[in-house]
T-cell receptor, first 116, second 115 residues
Framework: AQKITQTQPGMFVQEKEAVTLDCTYD???????LFWYKQPSSGEMIFLIY??????QNATEGRYSLNFQKARKSANLVISASQLGDSAMYFC?????????????FGSGTKLNVKP | DGGITQSPKYLFRKEGQNVTLSCEQN?????MYWYRQDPGQGLRLIYY???????QKGDIAEGYSVSREKKESFPLTVTSAQKNPTAFYLC??????????????FGPGTRLTVL
């Protein structure tokens, strides 16, 4: 089974509007972390936001928020007030681990295009 | 500035050649990782290292080798045994834990092309 599933290969959003990128995960580890990364055309993976499995509140970082629904095993990224510079690939990732090593699993990504 | 550097940015390899990709970090992170990314795909783990002089195979280690002689450095060698090495290679580092401290931070990547 896929550990991380991103079902939207591509998305379009109008500038200044909000957009939600979907991510579902699969783990039996009670302690895990969920991450979102942005990958612009230059290739570098830029960390955006983190949500811990025990966190009671949804994580927020500026225009980014993570809609964490634990029972549904979903961790959707919400970008508010989209900007042209938000056009990029977005990857959802999960960290699970036992002991000292934490393995990361990445989804296949969603390509976001922001239209002017 | 703290961060991860990778060199070179672009690398061209002839058939049958071994090439080494450099990865250096000054974040004082214990763990380092190498990922491969093919066009339109996610990341696949090649090798990882939790501490100096120790490393483990990831999901696609065949045709690759690594070393971890210093905490700051984790070079990846793409050997001639790797039949399809053309890809984008990303190095990452983290401090393993259970909170935000184990976020993986990435270098800018190396794009390898086989001629």
């Amino acid at each position: 089974a896929q550990k991380i599933t991103q079902t939207q290969p591509g998305m379009f959003v109008q500038e200044k509007e909000a957009v939600t990128l979907d991510c579902t995960y699969d783990t039996s580890d009670p302690s895990y972390g969920l991450f979102w990364y942005k990958q612009p055309s230059s290739g570098e993976m830029i960390f955006l936001i983190y949500q811990g499995s025990y966190d009671q509140q949804n994580a927020t970082e500026g225009r980014y928020s993570l809609n964490f629904q634990k029972a549904r095993k979903s961790a959707n990224l919400v970008i508010s007030a989209s900007q042209l510079g938000d056009s990029a690939m977005y990857f959802c990732a999960m960290r699970e681990g036992q002991g000292n090593f934490n393995k990361f699993y990445f989804g296949s990504g969603t390509k976001l295009n922001v239209k002017p | 500035d703290g961060g991860i550097t990778q060199s070179p940015k672009y690398l061209f390899r002839k058939e049958g050649q071994n090439v080494t990709l450099s990865c250096e970090q000054n974040l004082n992170h214990d763990a380092m990782y190498w990922y491969r990314q093919d066009p339109g795909q996610g990341l696949r783990l090649i090798y990882y290292s939790q501490i100096v002089n120790d490393f483990q195979k990831g999901d696609i280690a065949e045709g690759y080798s690594v070393s971890r002689e210093k905490k700051e450095s984790f070079p990846l060698t793409v050997t001639s045994a790797q039949k399809n090495p053309t890809a984008f290679y990303l190095c990452a580092s983290s401090t393993p834990g259970r909170g935000t401290s184990d976020t993986q931070y990435f270098g800018p990547g190396t794009r390898l092309t086989v001629l």
